[in-house]
């Protein structure tokens, strides 16, 4: 294994930060090295000031989401949580507990509701955790009543499975003469990746070349297929074909083509896939000097096989189809049947270990570097009752609505994560559950 174990001298050999800089902290029983250096350059604008939050979407990830801004009273004021099935909402409220959580039902497709519950609730900020078809009409339904706005995955046409950040950029003027901001991908990938490349650029590269976003999920659900979020989404993003970016051009592939083993720390091989993901889109749009970007993930053989049979059968489309006198959707059924990613958690075991490698120059001299996040899934379920995809996604969610609330990230417009200053989002990291490390010049595999 050319990845050194995380705790081996190696590990941070290169490191710049002396042990001055440097706590070691257990948490998730991993252990986290959290770099305080970068304290002293933390904004203080607005500090402390209590927001209003309205959470839409009360899944997986709404459900993690709502435990963690619950957590976080001096940050965090009133807190709705509002979805379609608004008894869903109720059971995360009384899972907290403490009467934190105000609920409310709305369909976010209808603008109209949108707009009724904001006037009503007032918050600060709308945290969009349903799904990408209702990017659009939560930022409209902002933009009408003043409230900024913050998601986890761009837009997609249901009709059409093809996600692409242009919608959203569109509404980049709109939110800034407004006065509102629009922070967009705030998840993990999309998410903590952008903000991983960000710091990777802002403290150890003058400039970065080579991107490889790995994400591996090495957990066993004893189901022998389910995906780990809305499995309607997962489908259409991992059937699609291979795409990356190389010497300023997009590179197009047949689905899952490109594989080869990778080694994650403290988890070992694992064959990764590359796919084409969101984040690829908005990272060499705002680190030009990318010659190269691309995204992995691991699949097991199993899930491939099923996926492959879903498809060969038809159960992949997402077009309607008549259904004695009924029209369904066949992706829409499936997901019916399948299990439910929030309802995963009780018998996960295993990690999960999501980073960028990263390759560039620095004075002069070429340098490698991996930073990245491991999660288990056993601890993010007995801290939300949920499995570690949705909590790595949920807490980065929690932090950027955080980091928007103390208004170190807020500026009028639509921006993506590595927009804004990495540092006090790395800060806030280890601090709720995701803590962080980094290797320096270590081959990065690829
Ligand atoms: P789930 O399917 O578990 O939850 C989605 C929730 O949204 C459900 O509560 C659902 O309601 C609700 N919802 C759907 N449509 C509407 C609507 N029209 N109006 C109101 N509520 C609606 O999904 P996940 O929690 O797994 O994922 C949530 C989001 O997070 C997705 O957009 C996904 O793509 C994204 N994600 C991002 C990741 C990242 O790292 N950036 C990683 C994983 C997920 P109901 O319960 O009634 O169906």
């Known amino acids: 294994m050319r990845i050194p174990p995380p705790d081996s001298p190696q590990a941070n050999s290169r490191t710049s930060y002396t042990p001055r800089n440097i706590k070691l902290r257990k948490i998730n029983g991993f252990t986290c090295i959290s770099f305080w250096k970068h304290l002293h350059l933390r904004h203080r604008q607005n500090e402390h000031q209590m927001g209003k939050v309205l959470i839409i979407g ?30 869903k909402c109720d059971a995360i409220a009384r899972s907290i507990g403490g009467n934190r959580i105000k609920t409310a039902r709305v369909d976010a497709d209808q603008v109209r509701e949108l707009t009724e519950l904001m006037r009503s609730f007032k918050p600060d900020l709308a945290v969009n955790v349903a799904l990408p078809y209702q990017d659009l009409s939560i930022m409209d339904a902002c933009l009408e009543t003043g409230v900024s706005y913050l998601d986890t995955a761009n837009y997609e046409p249901e009709e059409e499975a093809k996600f692409e950040y242009k919608w959203q950029w569109a509404y980049h003027d709109r939110f800034k003469e407004a006065g509102l901001t629009a922070i967009l991908g705030c998840g993990f990938d999309p998410g903590v990746t952008g903000v991983f490349t960000a710091y990777a650029a802002k403290h150890h590269f003058d400039e970065i070349r080579y991107l490889d976003i790995v994400d591996c999920n090495a957990g066993e659900h004893g189901h022998p297929f389910a995906t780990n979020f809305n499995p309607e989404i997962n489908i259409r993003e991992v059937t699609q074909k291979g795409k990356y970016w190389e010497n300023g051009q997009w590179v197009t592939t047949a689905p899952h083509e490109i594989h080869q083993p990778l080694n994650y720390p403290d988890i070992g091989a694992k064959e990764s896939y590359l796919i084409y993901h969101e984040e690829l889109e908005s990272l060499v749009k705002h680190f030009p000097a990318l010659q190269r970007a691309r995204f992995w993930m691991t699949f097991g053989e199993e899930y491939l096989t099923h996926l492959r049979v879903i498809q060969n059968i038809g159960m992949a489309r997402i077009d309607p189809v008549l259904y004695q006198g009924t029209e369904i959707v066949p992706i829409q059924f499936l997901k019916a049947v399948l299990p439910n990613p929030a309802d995963l958690g009780a018998n996960y075991t295993g990690w999960t270990s999501i980073g960028c490698r990263i390759r560039g120059v620095r004075d002069g001299k070429e340098h490698s570097y991996y930073v990245y996040n491991n999660c288990s899934h056993e601890a993010a379920y007995k801290e939300t009752g949920t499995q570690a995809v949705s909590y790595t996604t949920g807490v980065p969610a929690m932090i950027g609505a955080m980091m928007f609330m103390k208004g170190i990230w807020k500026q009028p417009g639509v921006f993506n994560v590595e927009q804004f200053d990495p540092d006090p989002f790395m800060e806030q990291l280890p601090l709720h559950g995701l803590p962080w490390k980094e290797l320096h010049d270590v081959d990065t595999e690829l």
Do not use: N, P, Y
Not at 62 to 83: N, Q, R
């Open 58 to 87: 009360a899944g997986g990830v709404g459900t993690v989401v709502a435990h963690k801004i619950a957590s976080v009273s001096e940050v965090f004021g009133d807190v709705m949580l509002a979805s379609r099935t608004k008894s």
